[in-house]
């Protein structure tokens, strides 16, 4: 029996399977896309948006609207705003992108949720590197059942804050957070990023702080730009440990990204609005079972 | 000095002239010219109050001309594709005349401050911004933005014209039955520094 010849091919097949699987889809033209304007967001921290003589929608907000309900339309055009310094913005830099157009998609295959982001690289600003190591960093966040407040309805914008470092008059020290913060409590938002000069990825999370290392769901992410167009590929396990959100088909959760172009660091980024992703499951942008 | 028997008695004459009966004209000539005198007061008189509702007037002083003028010259209500625009009146001074008239006696008040220079450079003007801007909201607050309203209709807004934005704001303003001025202060003067929680809305 133990060694038969259709034993060891039958143990063969169920032993090598998992490994062929893991890997992301060959043929990512057939995956459908979502096409997400990313804006520059200027200095609008948490606070100034929840702030109704500041921000209109303070009041939308309070009634549970998204920020997309309203601003998926104009994301381009909030972008020149605040990258000319028009609004929200007291150190513009000359000749910022204002927005970047990408797209976003998704798929899995019951173990690995495999993510591709794509986008034309904008002309560089010529501003000094603030991070000279990576040209081009991406990162994406996700957030289980709605614990971080305001995460349903703006992705990853509760982790910025008024006092969060490169924000004006900001501690150096002081990193993105979450208000009532807590990894144990499940309070917390799980942060993969992809750095293109390092070629390394970060796992981390944002409770009371941001910490870049942790988590252990990220398997890797591979990017290239081809002519002038990026795609990076994350391929990221459904479950880690703490600080990383479990994933599970037929659930929804909080998304958004970023992309740190031209050099960038802190909030010289370019964001998108608060997104969905489901598994196999309805959502601005969804996962299907490949 | 005027001796005053004889002041007294002239007006004693007035009064005597005006109880006696007319010894010289009818009753329907003498009813003719007071209509006629009376058209022409009260035209002279209405002439003369929307003389005051004009933004010529407004602007000959120069708290208004130096201050909320130029900032309104950068809006929508001052200049826009279609040329159809609000002045200072349209938003200021009420259109039924009983809400004019009232608001005319109230606004005597400001040729007090004139007087004495209440606003009179940029510094005290910006220190009684807050003030006089809530003064309006409050005004319009009260009355349902019926200035506003005179041009504006909420219920024959095309949501298909609308961006998303203001589609979205102008429906949630119909279901927690709002009014303009709730959402759209500084629609034409810069919003004052110093607004709370409670100037929100």
């Known amino acids: 029996m133990k060694s038969s010849p259709l034993y060891l091919a039958v143990a063969g097949a169920l032993l090598t399977t998992p490994a062929i699987q893991a890997a992301p889809p060959a043929d990512w033209s057939a995956v459908p896309a979502t096409e997400i304007t990313l804006f520059y967001p200027g200095v609008s921290a948490m606070e ?5 003589t500041e921000h209109g929608g303070a009041r939308a907000l309070r009634k549970g609207e998204t920020c997309a309900d309203c601003h998926s339309d104009e994301a381009a055009d909030m972008g020149k705003k605040m990258a000319s310094g028009q609004k929200l913005e007291p150190s513009p830099i000359a000749n910022k992108a204002p927005f970047i157009e990408s797209r976003v998609q998704a798929a899995h295959d019951g ?19 603030m991070d000279a ?11 289980a059942g709605s614990q971080v407040e305001l995460a349903e309805q703006g992705g990853c914008w509760a982790s910025c804050h008024g006092d969060a470092r490169s924000m004006p008059g900001a ?6 957070y979450v208000k009532n913060g807590s990894l144990a409590g499940g309070v917390y938002y799980d942060l993969n990023q992809w750095r293109s000069g390092e070629n390394k990825t970060y796992d981390g999370h944002i409770a009371e702080e941001r910490v870049m290392e942790g988590g252990t769901a990220l398997k890797g992410a591979s990017g290239a730009q081809n002519g002038g167009t990026w795609s990076v590929v994350f391929t990221r396990a459904f479950a880690g440990g703490p600080g990383d959100v479990t994933l599970e088909p037929g659930k929804v959760y909080n998304f958004g990204f970023a992309i740190h172009d031209d050099h960038a660091s802190g909030r010289y980024h370019h964001v998108s609005l608060g997104y969905q992703l489901g598994i196999d499951a309805e959502a601005g942008i969804i996962a299907k079972r490949q | 000095m005027k001796d005053p028997d004889v002041r007294q008695s002239a007006l004693k004459r007035l009064l005597a002239f005006l109880r006696r009966p007319s010894a010289h004209y009818s009753l329907g000539v003498l009813l003719l010219a007071g209509f006629a005198v009376g058209v022409i007061f009260w035209g002279g008189f209405n002439t003369v109050v929307e003389a005051t509702n004009t933004e010529t007037f407004c602007l000959s002083c120069h ?15 001052y200049t826009n594709r279609t040329g159809v625009r609000a002045t200072c009146p349209d938003c200021h001074v009420p259109r039924e005349w009983t ?17 004495v220079g209440s606003i009179d450079t940029p510094e005290k003007f ?3 911004r807050l003030q006089l801007a809530r003064n309006e909201w409050a005004r319009m607050k009260a009355n349902d933005s019926r200035e506003c309203r ?12 609308q961006k998303q934005r203001a589609r979205k704001q102008h429906e949630m303003a119909r279901e927690d039955n709002m009014t303009c001025i709730d959402c759209h202060k500084g629609i034409a003067h810069k919003k004052p520094q110093g607004m709370t929680e409670e100037d929100e809305e």
């Open chain 1, 111 to 129: 173990q690995n949720l495999y993510l591709r982001f794509s986008w034309q690289q904008p002309a560089a600003s010529g501003a000094a590197p």
């Open chain 2, 99 to 115: 809400h004019k008239m009232v608001r005319k006696v109230q606004a005597s008040r400001e040729l007090w401050g004139k007087l």
């Open chain 1, 133 to 143: 190591k990576n040209p081009v960093k991406l990162a994406y966040m996700l957030e």
């Open chain 1, 171 to 176: 501690a150096d020290s002081k990193t993105k």
């Open chain 2, 126 to 128: 910006e220190a009684k």
């Open chain 1, 48 to 52: 100034w948006i929840t702030k109704g």
């Open chain 2, 150 to 161: 005179n041009c504006h209709s909420l219920e024959s807004m095309n949501a298909a014209s």
């Open chain 2, 63 to 77: 708290e208004m001309r130096d201050n909320v003028y130029p900032e309104y010259q950068q809006t929508i209500h």
